[in-house]
């Protein structure tokens, strides 16, 4: 028959077959994303929309998705650049101590934001052991959104780091050895060969670095200074709300920031299936 | 060839073996604190430092009951009884050591062992948690308005408050300045905090119930001032503000700030952190200053109704409160730096605690509720400080 024999051609799979493993995932992702985020639209839905509208609004609310989300894209932006850096020294270079450099990248990921937040503070704050040295400068970096972005970069660095490094571990050296051999020298090579193949894992990275920067906590409030208008984050203000027990209010400034996010996640995914599609076609 | 394929699903199985084992033979020893555990990773955001401060320590006091059967046996004794005592951040001490001292009063006159689990994070966050759902016998908060939070969910009786002798507040503090050593800046009182060049390091009202209680000591010095006189106050409390060169969220993050950062010149805080902060850190860094005028900072505590009486702990509950009003007890709270209530004992601690006069929050503020909705809810007189263009 004809089924069977279809059957007999499939490839049998390690692990137990597509039925259960989708079911498996619909599964977990209900539970562990879906209806705790569906959670946040029903409470929300207690407020009339002049309500929402008045909380999501408020000068200062705004002022925070403004801190939140510029000094995010700033850090994802520093980590964009200094992350390709540090994947490529680590991928094209030997030399002593590069596994222990390598092991470092992850400690964003291990420590406690917190001991983060209070260390990178101690460091940077006016009469710490960096911050001593720029004050002379006029420059400020704790309390101020600089050391915001600070905080932010430390915690996204991996992200970049480690979706590159694989890309350009995985790259072809003929392919460049071809350019050179063509005529393009260094630039052009970096620019027509290396970076389109990089394009997709550096937007993936960003786009990580900066979803996670948007949602960060515990390291920001330390470092933040918190000054509502200046430097106070939108978390700390759906914290805000929650500690006067707004539950309503606090879910509607989350709900604006995860709609935001996910709008601004989105398009980072189009363009990065976009720029696959060209690596592909060209 | 085809074991080597399904090994890590091996792997796997034997490790949900494994762990299934360890659970079934009490690897967790502590049922209750392993559904406290739970109960509390039900809640969102913040809640889960609460589990992680959960400590166990009156276990070392449980551990030697078990020798002395023989004398006074007293005919109620029943199985042992745990208690959970739900607080915030600075009690951690005094309860860690006022623990140890009544489950030793209760072996003596009931016969029975009790162990009290203490809970601490951020008055706040701590009364959400019993809210949505910590077992909590007792609670021993911050701040009346995050107690009367948990009875407005029905969990806690109306007129928790008068449940227990003043005020249901065992122990008071108030609000005091600490400054560097020397005084540098000079500061006498709050009029000397809204100058310019002098720094002052507070937590956010909005989020720290310690915070409000400085909040509301600036403003009542103000009215008093200022001939009850609200625009002056207003605009007194909003040049105190504009020292503030950092809002921490929470009161231990303000002390940190000051005292191991380094920043700014006075730190607005409980006298008990204030005094701990000196003896820990040595009386040659800072100076406490008492100014003219303070407020009577009251942490009430009540009994949980709903969780009790499901749980069967009534009677273990109340007395837990009520022993923190004896003469042993008030000694411990003296040694912890909270102003006993009873005179016999404040009197032996009289040169801990100056005496100073203070606002009061029912008679000066008309209660927390009203406070609250003037000051600290959103639009109100703090928002305003901050509002764009002020």
């Keep these: 028959m004809k089924s069977s024999t279809t059957k007999r051609t499939k490839p049998r799979s390690v692990l137990p077959g597509f039925g259960l493993s989708l079911g498996f995932t619909i599964f977990y992702l209900s539970v562990l994303v879906i209806i705790p985020l569906a959670g946040i639209f029903v409470k929300t839905s207690g407020l009339t929309p002049e309500q929402f509208w008045h909380t999501v609004s408020n000068p200062r609310v705004i002022a925070s998705y403004k801190v939140s989300f510029l000094t995010s894209f700033y850090a994802a932006l520093a980590n964009l650049v200094f992350g390709l850096i540090i994947a490529w020294v680590l991928v094209r270079y030997r030399f002593p101590g590069k596994k222990l450099i390598d092991s470092l990248i992850d400690m964003p990921f291990a420590l406690p934001t917190a001991v983060a937040g209070i260390s990178l503070t101690a460091i940077y704050a006016p009469n710490g052991w960096v911050g001593k040295l720029v004050e002379p400068l006029g420059l400020k970096i704790a309390f101020t959104p600089l050391g915001i972005t600070l905080a932010l970069i430390f915690i996204g660095l991996p992200f970049v780091v480690r979706t590159v490094q694989p890309v350009l571990q995985d790259l072809d050296n003929e392919v460049e050895e071809a350019a050179v051999m063509l005529g393009a020298f260094r630039l052009r090579t970096f620019r027509r060969v290396i970076l389109p193949e990089l394009i997709p894992a550096l937007l993936t990275g960003f786009a990580l670095a900066f979803a996670r920067g948007i949602g960060e906590y515990g390291s920001v409030v330390f470092i933040s200074g918190n000054m509502p208008m200046k430097t106070e984050i939108a978390p700390l203000l759906i914290m805000t709300k929650l500690e006067q027990y707004d539950y309503k209010g606090a879910t509607a400034i989350a709900m604006v920031m995860l709609i935001v996010s996910f709008i601004l996640l989105l398009l980072i995914n189009y363009l990065q299936w976009r720029s696959n599609r060209r690596v592909v076609t060209a | ?390």
């Excluded at chain 2, 209750?32 to 401060?53: E, I, M, R």
């Excluded at chain 2, 009884?81 to 001292?101: C, H």
């Design chain 2, 1 to 390: 060839m085809k074991k080597r394929n399904a090994n890590p699903l091996y792997a796997l199985l034997i490790f949900i073996v494994f762990s299934l084992a360890l659970t079934a033979c009490g690897w967790d020893q502590d049922p209750p604190n392993n559904a406290n555990a739970s109960s509390n990773s039900n809640n969102k955001a913040s809640n889960n430092s609460t589990s992680g401060n959960t400590t166990t320590a009156t276990n070392d006091a449980t551990s030697d009951t078990n020798t002395d059967n023989s004398a006074n046996a007293a005919p109620e004794a029943t199985g042992p009884v745990e208690l959970l005592n739900v607080s915030y951040d600075p009690t951690r001490e005094l309860y860690a050591a006022y623990n140890k001292l009544f489950a030793a009063y209760w072996k003596q006159e009931h016969n029975q062992e009790v162990t009290i689990k203490q809970s601490h994070a951020g008055s706040g966050a701590q009364s959400r948690a019993v809210i949505d759902g910590l077992q909590a016998d007792v609670v021993t908060l911050a701040l009346g308005y995050d107690i009367d939070a948990i009875a407005d969910k029905g969990l806690i009786d109306k007129g928790w408050q008068q449940k227990f002798d003043n005020n249901s507040s065992p122990y008071t503090s108030t609000i005091v300045f600490l400054v560097r050593k020397g005084n540098p800046k000079g500061i006498k009182d709050w009029n000397d905090l809204i100058k310019p060049g002098v720094q002052v390091i507070t937590p956010n009202p909005k989020t720290s119930g310690g915070a409000r209680w400085n909040y509301l000591a600036a403003w009542g010095y103000a009215m008093k001032q200022n001939n009850d006189d609200e625009d002056k106050a207003k605009e007194f409390v909003s040049k105190l503000f504009k020292n503030v060169p950092v809002l921490d969220s929470g009161a231990r993050g303000s002390t940190t700030t000051f005292v191991e950062k380094g920043i700014g010149d006075v730190l607005l805080a409980w006298e008990n952190e204030a005094l701990l902060s000196v003896k820990e850190l040595g009386a040659d860094k800072f100076d406490i200053v008492y100014p003219s005028i303070s407020i009577l900072a009251e942490p009430p505590v009540a009994v949980v109704d709903k969780n009790v009486d499901k749980k069967g702990t009534r009677a273990v509950a109340e007395a837990y409160l009520d022993y923190l009003y004896t003469e042993e007890a008030q000694k411990l709270v003296a040694q912890n730096y909270y102003r006993p209530q009873l005179l016999s004992v404040a009197e032996q601690f009289a040169d801990q605690f100056p005496d100073i006069p203070m606002l009061n929050i029912d008679d000066d503020f008309g209660g927390w509720a009203q406070a609250q909705k003037k000051h600290f809810a959103d639009g109100g007189v703090f928002d305003q400080i901050y509002a764009p263009g002020s």
